[in-house]
């Protein structure tokens, strides 16, 4: 039997990140999410890429692959908010004209670039992510993660990242 095309599409992205790449975190979150969403409709991180470690005063990248299942509502437009929290935090948005989150069937790979502060102190921090409705409320959009993943307002972990002194 031959695997569904999202997987080998997974499989091969998360090759291509990883292959030689050793200051980057691969991440596969596909255990981590539910079987049945709360609101039917399930939005999820399955897998990521991001850095080990970043400099304050620098970017980092970040690559995520979303998939949406469910009976979405067409007319449904996502605001993804990112944080990087820990001894300090800051959060970045990006609207839906910036990202494709919430579309109907959709599995898509997302690349983001994001700066850390240049006062951020050096610790650990978490990166997690959250949807608001610009359509509806403006209110939190449920993701399909289990609960533990959820760290404050709504966001969900997806990894850890650690801010150190900026390197020449």
């Not at 596909?30 to 470690?53: E, F, M, N, R, W």
């Not at 494709?100 to 997690?128: I, K, R």
Request: glycine fraction near 10%; include cysteine.
């Amino acid at each position: 039997m031959t695997p569904p095309i999202p997987y080998l599409l997974l499989s091969i992205l998360l090759c291509l990140f990883s292959c030689g790449n050793e200051d980057r975190q691969n991440i596969d979150l596909s255990d981590q999410v539910v079987t049945k969403p709360v609101d039917g409709v399930g939005h999820y991180v399955y897998a990521l890429t991001i850095p080990k470690t970043v400099a304050p005063g620098e970017k980092f990248d970040v690559q995520m692959e979303w998939r949406t299942v469910g009976s979405v509502d067409p007319n449904a437009r996502y605001t993804m908010e990112a944080i990087l929290t820990g001894p300090k935090a800051k959060v970045y948005s990006l609207p839906s004209g910036a990202n494709t989150v919430g579309e109907l069937h959709l599995a898509n790979w997302l690349s983001y670039d994001f700066l850390v502060p240049e006062d951020f102190p050096a610790g650990e921090y978490a990166f997690g992510v959250r949807l608001l409705d610009e359509v509806g409320d403006g209110g939190d959009v449920p993701l399909g993660f289990v609960p533990e993943m959820e760290i404050t307002d709504g966001y969900y972990r997806l990894a850890n990242i650690a801010v150190g002194p900026a390197t020449d």
